[in-house]
C-alpha cells in the first residue's frame, strides 16, 4: 500500500512510537535506539558523534522534548512527512517537530528528521 492510500490515522499510527523512540533516545543521548528506525542514508549522517553535539547543543539551550502535538500529514506515493508542534523545557514557544516516513520492504522508516 502506498501512503497515498493510507489515512491520515494510519500514518500517525506508525509514526507516533517512532518518534517517541527519537525523542526519548534524544534525551538519553542513546545513538543505537536513536537511529534503529533510520534509512542507511540518514545513519550514515548521523553518527554517535554528530548525535552527542546536537542533543547536548539542544539541551543546553532549550531543555528536553515536552509535549508533541500532531499539525499535518503530507503523503506522496513512496513517502509521507510529518509535522508536529514541539515544546522544550527550558523555552516557551512553537517548535517544529518533523520526519519523512519511507517503506523499505515491510518496515516503515525515517529518512529525514528535524526540530527547530
Not at 553535539?53 to 522534548?65: D, N
Request: proline share 3%.
Amino acid at each position: 500500500m502506498n501512503f497515498e492510500q493510507m489515512t491520515d490515522q494510519q500514518i500517525w499510527n506508525i509514526a507516533n512510537p517512532i518518534m517517541d523512540n527519537l525523542m526519548d533516545a534524544s534525551t538519553h543521548i542513546d545513538h543505537a535506539r536513536h537511529v534503529r528506525d533510520f534509512t542507511k542514508r540518514i545513519s550514515s549522517i548521523v553518527t554517535p558523534e554528530y548525535l552527542e553535539r546536537v542533543c547536548k547543543q539542544y539541551q543546553s539551550e532549550k531543555g528536553f522534548f515536552t509535549v508533541r502535538t500532531p499539525v499535518a500529514v503530507f503523503k506522496r506515493p513512496d513517502s509521507a512527512a510529518l509535522v508536529w508542534k514541539q515544546y522544550f523545557s527550558k523555552v516557551s514557544g512553537e517548535f517544529v517537530a518533523e520526519i519523512v516516513l519511507v517503506k523499505d520492504g515491510e518496515k516503515y522508516l525515517v529518512d529525514h528528521v528535524m526540530v527547530f
